[in-house]
């Protein structure tokens, strides 16, 4: 049964890379945790971690492209523990191709999972904080490219830019009632989907080469930011956008 005093926390994309991290990472900050994915099967590794830690943790199904699964997956897992205090819109999908080759198609698949579909969710996470008159906090994994330009990766970079911008939108519309909004912007992190797409060799230590310490940053710190963020400590903190970029974006 749940601890009637913990919080609890939604995590999008919750099956592999940071958004597991961000679980783990919850779970042992003492968070009961709704952890999603377009399946739950694709949460199998997440949920057994998080039994070995002696979680609270339920698995919910959602699609960030249907708006009638988003809507009923929220109400279920609200229903799990009669209250969620917190969102982390982490799912994404990435998009590497030439801006005159991408079709109409697959601008629509990346702005829906990215942006459109944490855009309604976190409308529907608002409507319950407000009802219930409880504060609450939206974490936003976005990205560097959401803040700079690079060439193959417009539409995930507009993608992470809107989302950027929708952090600071909804912090300030929902500031009254207490619902904190904020986003992480991480450089490359090797996740094992990114360690695929970019193989060690030329091509990574290039990408390594441009950040100005030299490292990619590790899922646990990009872990360890969205539950800060969550955290009471964070109770003054809304519309900030944190880059955890090893010095990119000042260089």
């Known amino acids: 049964m ?3 005093g913990s919080f609890v926390s939604l995590i999008t994309g919750a099956g592999t890379g940071i958004g597991q991290a961000v679980a783990i990472k919850l779970a042992s900050s003492g968070y009961s945790l709704l952890i999603c ?3 739950t099967e ?4 997440t949920k057994k971690q998080l039994e070995n830690i002696q979680a609270n943790f339920s698995l919910i199904s959602m699609d960030l492209r249907d708006k009638d699964c988003i809507k009923e997956s929220f109400g279920k897992a609200f229903k799990k523990f009669g209250k969620i205090d917190h969102l982390v819109n982490n799912a994404g999908r990435p998009l590497v191709k030439a801006a005159n080759e991408v ?4 601008w629509d698949e990346v702005m829906d999972v990215n942006l459109k579909g944490p855009y309604f969710l976190s409308t529907l996470f608002a409507r319950e904080a407000i009802r219930t008159r409880k504060p609450a906090a939206i974490v936003n994994i976005a990205s560097t490219h959401g803040i700079t330009g690079l060439s193959g990766r417009s539409v995930y970079g507009i993608s992470k830019g809107g989302l950027i911008q929708m952090t600071r939108m909804l912090a ?3 500031a009254e009632f207490e619902i904190r909004v904020n986003a992480i912007a991480p450089t490359t992190v090797l996740t094992p989907s990114r360690e695929a797409s970019l193989p060690p060799g030329k091509k990574r230590e290039l990408a390594k080469s ?3 310490l030299k490292r990619f940053p590790e899922v646990e710190e990009i872990a360890a930011g969205v539950d800060y963020l969550l955290s009471p400590n964070a109770k003054s ?3 900030h956008t944190l880059s955890i970029d090893g010095g990119l974006l000042s260089a």
């Open 2 to 4: 749940e601890n009637s």
């Open 37 to 39: 994915d377009e399946h």
């Open 42 to 45: 694709l949460l199998s590794e």
């Open 103 to 106: 079709a109409w198609e697959e």
């Open 172 to 174: 300030i519309e929902w």
């Open 210 to 212: 441009r950040i100005p």
């Open 237 to 239: 903190i809304t519309g």
